[in-house]
C-alpha cells in the first residue's frame, strides 16, 4: 500500500524511517511518499518543491525488496498524487542513473536529470491505438485480397474467410472506438465518464457478425442441398490462404504482446481470435485441396465451417458487452480485492464490495471498518491512501468509492 505523509506524520514516525533508512533526513518541508504492508514501511520517497519545479532528493527501498518494481510504482504513486504539473528534477551525480532512465527522465547538458511537465504518461491508449490501427490495416488488406480472389478463383472457401477477415476489421475498430471513448474525461451529463459506448458498438458488431455468417452459411447450404453446381476452386487460391495465416501469425505476436503489457483486455481477446484464424485459414488450405483432388464439395464444407466460427464470434462479442452493460461481477477480480486490502493494510474488515464496469474500466465500491474512536481526519486519511494505491497497483481500476462504518469491538 502506498501512503502520503504530513511533516507531523512523518516526524512522529521517525524511528521507523530510520530503521529502514540509517541515513534517513527529515525535512519539515518535504514531501514524503511511502509504500509498506502491515510488516512496516518497505520504501520511501521524498521531493522538496520549488516554485512550480519539484526536487527529487531521495528514493529508498528495502534491499531484499529491490527490483521487484516498488520503486517505480511509489514514484509514479507520489507523482500522480501530489505532481500533477510541472518539472521533476534530479541532482547531477545522482547513483541511480539507470532507474531514472526507465522512469523516464533525461539528462540535461548541466548533468540534472528532469521530468518536463509532468503527467502521467497513458501508455495504455498510444500502444493500444497503434496495434489496433495496425490490425485494421492488414485485415483490410486480406478482406480485400480472399474476397477479391475467392471470387476470381471460385473458391467459397477462401471467400468466407475474406469476409471473417472483413468481419475482424468491424471488432477491431470496435476496440478502437473503446479506447477512443475511454480516454475521454468526464463532464457533467456523463460522470462515469463515455467508456460503455464500448458496449454499445459490441452488441451493434455481434449482429453484424451474425447476419454476415448466416448470408454465408446460407448460400454453402443451398449449394449442397438444392443440387446447385459445385465449381473447383483455382490452385492459385492456395497462396491467398497462405498468406493470410503468415500476416494472422504475426498480428497475434504484436496483439498479445502489448495487450499484456498495456493490460489491455479486449486487445488481449482479440489476439486470441487472430490466433483462430490461423486454423481457418489453415483449414481453407486444406479445403481448396481436398476440393481440387478429391471432391468440390470440400470447399463448400469449409465455408460452412468458417461460417459457423463467425457466428460463433458474433455470439461472444454480443454476451460479453450485455454482461459489462448489465454489471456481472467478477467474483476472481473481487476477491484478489480483498486480499490485497488485507495484506497491505491493518484493516480488518472489508465488505460489500462491488464492481460497475464500463468499457475496460472499473468503478469500485466496497466498505471498510475502522476504529470507532479513530478521527474523521485519520480514518479519511486510510481511505485515501488506500483509494490512490489501488488505483495505481490495478491498472483498470478508474474510480474507487469506500465507505467508513466503525468497529464497535
Not at 54 to 61: A, D, M, P, Q, S
Not at 102 to 113: H, I, L, P, V
Not at 262 to 284: E, H, P, Q, W, Y
Not at 361 to 377: A, E, G, N, Q, W
Amino acid at each position: 500500500m502506498y501512503k502520503s505523509y504530513t511533516s507531523d506524520e512523518v516526524n512522529n514516525n521517525i524511528e521507523s524511517f530510520l530503521e529502514l533508512d540509517k541515513k534517513f533526513q527529515f525535512d519539515s518541508n518535504g514531501l514524503y511518499f511511502s509504500v509498506e504492508n502491515k510488516n512496516g514501511l518497505i520504501g520511501y520517497v521524498y521531493f522538496t518543491k520549488e516554485d512550480n519545479d519539484y526536487y527529487l532528493k531521495n528514493i529508498y527501498i528495502k534491499e531484499e525488496k529491490r527490483y521487484k518494481s516498488y520503486g517505480s510504482k511509489l514514484l509514479s504513486f507520489a507523482i500522480n498524487k501530489k505532481i500533477k504539473k510541472g518539472n521533476l528534477i534530479v541532482t547531477k551525480d545522482s547513483p541511480i542513473e539507470d532507474f531514472l532512465k526507465k522512469m523516464g527522465f533525461k539528462k540535461e547538458r548541466d548533468g540534472e536529470y528532469i521530468i518536463e511537465d509532468i503527467e502521467k504518461k497513458d501508455m495504455r491508449k498510444n500502444e493500444g491505438k497503434k496495434t489496433v490501427l495496425y490490425s485494421i490495416f492488414w485485415n483490410i488488406v486480406l478482406a480485400s485480397t480472399k474476397i477479391s480472389f475467392g471470387f476470381i478463383g471460385k473458391s467459397r472457401a477462401l471467400l468466407a474467410d475474406g469476409f471473417n477477415s472483413l468481419s475482424d476489421v468491424i471488432t477491431s475498430s470496435g476496440i478502437l472506438l473503446g479506447i477512443h471513448f475511454s480516454n475521454i474525461p468526464e463532464d457533467e451529463d456523463h460522470p462515469f465518464g463515455h467508456e460503455r459506448i464500448e458496449s454499445v458498438i459490441g452488441v451493434i458488431m455481434g449482429i453484424f457478425m451474425i447476419l454476415t455468417a448466416f448470408e454465408l452459411g446460407r448460400s454453402g447450404v443451398e449449394v449442397i442441398f438444392l443440387g446447385k453446381d459445385k465449381e473447383v476452386p483455382e490452385i492459385s487460391t492456395i497462396f491467398f490462404a497462405g498468406f493470410s495465416s503468415i500476416v494472422k501469425y504475426f498480428m497475434y505476436k504484436q496483439k498479445i504482446r502489448v495487450g499484456k503489457k498495456t493490460g489491455n483486455t479486449a486487445l488481449i481477446a482479440d489476439a486470441k481470435d487472430s490466433r483462430n484464424d490461423i486454423f481457418a485459414s489453415l483449414g481453407v488450405i486444406l479445403g481448396i485441396l481436398m476440393s481440387i483432388y478429391i471432391n468440390p464439395i470440400f470447399d463448400v464444407l469449409i465455408s460452412i465451417v468458417v461460417s459457423l466460427l463467425i457466428f460463433k464470434e458474433g455470439v461472444h462479442v454480443i454476451l460479453e458487452t450485455t454482461d459489462t452493460i448489465l454489471d456481472k461481477q467478477d467474483v476472481e477480480f473481487i476477491d484478489e480485492i480483498k486480499k490485497y486490502i488485507y495484506e497491505n493494510t491493518d484493516i480488518k474488515n472489508v465488505h460489500d464490495v462491488v464492481m460497475r464496469k464500463s468499457g475496460d474500466k472499473i468503478f469500485l465500491l466496497f466498505h471498510i471498518r475502522v476504529p470507532k474512536d479513530m478521527t474523521v481526519s485519520n480514518a479519511h486519511k486510510i481511505s485515501d491512501d488506500l483509494e490512490y494505491s489501488i488505483i495505481e497497483d490495478f491498472p483498470s481500476v478508474k474510480s474507487v468509492t469506500i465507505h467508513l462504518d466503525c468497529l464497535m469491538n
